[in-house]
């Protein structure tokens, strides 16, 4: 529940050592709710003019980006001692292993002088954890980036537009007498453009959907190409359905967009399905 795992009144750097030791450990003893820690209160959402989001911008794929985490913007945080989010974001897009977070150039301070942080990444599902914590006594006021999300988009080819999407979850914000901060977490999404046509695309016209727009069955047909599988990703980029045909029933879905992603002999596709 608190930072300060050897209860010596003090955040730092041992504490964090020890969160990361024990990432996901949990004590048999302790009778609390976890999943109360697992949200951000209705009044965070309804009251705050304090956004956290991922400041995202249009790449290419294969790109290596670079995103800014912004909080606060037309007005600046007051007072604020430690931070702890969730970001979301779509694992289709990212190769695995290249997620990273630096915490330079940051209004919260100088990492290691003035604030210590740490961060957990959960690739399979598309989620990273981040904390923040003054460990000089004094909280900070600001507005701006506090930290640089860095990843490198998947090479794969995007026969459509796609949207990447973020979206920051689960914010607790303290000042320095453990009261509440309201911080309100938002959505972004950064635009995916395919590289310089080449003749690798010329394999993606081998792969038909039809229909589309889909308001029963969607079929899949492959002329020359072994297709090992099939996803459904919602328009967040998460994974909802696994295909193993080369058709699909789309009946039971709400309408919307979708992505069918295909996993073929020469590579990944990614083809937009409108669901009516």
């Known amino acids: 529940k608190y930072a300060d795992c050897d209860g010596n009144g003090i955040v730092d750097t041992p504490d964090r050592d020890v969160i990361l030791s024990n990432w996901k450990e949990t004590n048999e003893l302790w009778e609390g ?27 290419e794929e294969g790109e ?28 289709a897009a990212v190769v695995s292993g290249s997620l990273g977070i630096s915490f330079d150039n940051s209004w919260f301070g100088t990492e290691g002088e003035d604030f210590i942080a740490i961060y957990k990444n959960d690739a399979e599902n598309g989620r990273i954890a981040i904390g923040m914590t003054r460990i000089d006594g004094n ?104 295909v193993e045909n080369p058709t699909v029933d789309m009946r039971s879905f709400a309408p919307g967009i979708y992505f069918l992603r295909i996993n073929s002999s020469k590579g990944v596709l990614y083809k937009k399905i409108i669901k009516q």
Do not use: C
Not at 37 to 59: R, Y
Not at 72 to 79: A, F, I
Not at 204 to 211: E, N, T
């Open 33 to 59: 709710d976890i999943n109360a820690f697992n949200h951000t209160p209705i009044s965070a959402l309804t009251l705050s003019t304090n956004p956290l989001f991922v400041d995202a911008h249009d790449v």
């Open 64 to 91: 290596e980006a670079v995103f800014d985490l912004v909080l606060g913007s037309e007005s600046e945080v007051e007072n604020l001692y430690g931070l702890a989010f969730i970001v979301r974001y779509d694992p």
């Open 139 to 242: 909280p900070i006021s600001g507005a701006g980036a506090i930290a640089q999300l860095s990843i490198t988009i998947e090479d794969v080819i995007f026969r459509d537009d796609y949207l990447m999407f973020f979206d920051v979850q689960n914010i607790r914000a303290l000042n320095e007498q453990e009261q509440e901060l309201l911080i309100a977490g938002q959505q972004s999404r950064a635009s995916v453009s395919p590289r310089v046509a080449t003749n690798t695309t010329d394999w993606g016209r081998q792969i038909v959907v039809f229909p589309n727009p889909v308001t029963g069955v969607l079929n899949i047909q492959s002329r020359g190409l072994t297709i090992n599988s099939f996803d459904i990703l919602n328009i967040e980029g998460l994974r909802i359905k696994s």
